[in-house]
């Protein structure tokens, strides 16, 4: 099945290449639907609370610390077509959302089948893919639902 894939990583490089799979999301989801998860889930790991609650304040024009961006793969030493340079069919687009070297980086790319079994010998859910030619895999532990804890 073909899915967006979330990965987080120290930087943009580790996050496309072997980043941690944070979630799986609908390849039905549109491009902004998608950029706008990544970008909240970014500032819901990096951003303090009083950051928050400063961009949730309404008739505020508000410029992101660290915006998500759309990027598309493109044809390595292709001449440029006026002033595009082409655009590589064979891979998809990805979205990010970070600072290169400060806090962790999240990106979003359309992956094609993907598989997510249960390994009997670890006890952790399997999940490969293919992108760019390449077949990943990785696995990804079995987390329990998340709890908060309520103080006084």
Known sequence: MTVWLITRGPGLLAA?????IVD???????CQDVREYVQRIHDRCCLTFCERAESA??????DRIYKAEVHFHTVPNAPKIGAVTPIDPSR????????????PCFTAELV???VVEL??????????????????EYLVSR?????STKVR
């Open 57 to 62: 304040r309404y008739n505020r024009k508000h």
């Open 16 to 20: 496309l290449t072997n980043g941690e």
């Open 119 to 136: 390994d009997n010998e670890t006890g952790r859910d399997r999940v490969t893919w293919d992108a760019h030619s390449k077949r990943h």
């Open 112 to 114: 094609k089948n993907l």
């Open 92 to 103: 998809s687009l990805f979205i990010y959302c970070g600072d290169e070297g400060h806090g």
């Open 143 to 147: 987390l329990p639902p998340f709890k």
């Open 24 to 30: 799986i999301l609908s390849a039905r989801k549109t």
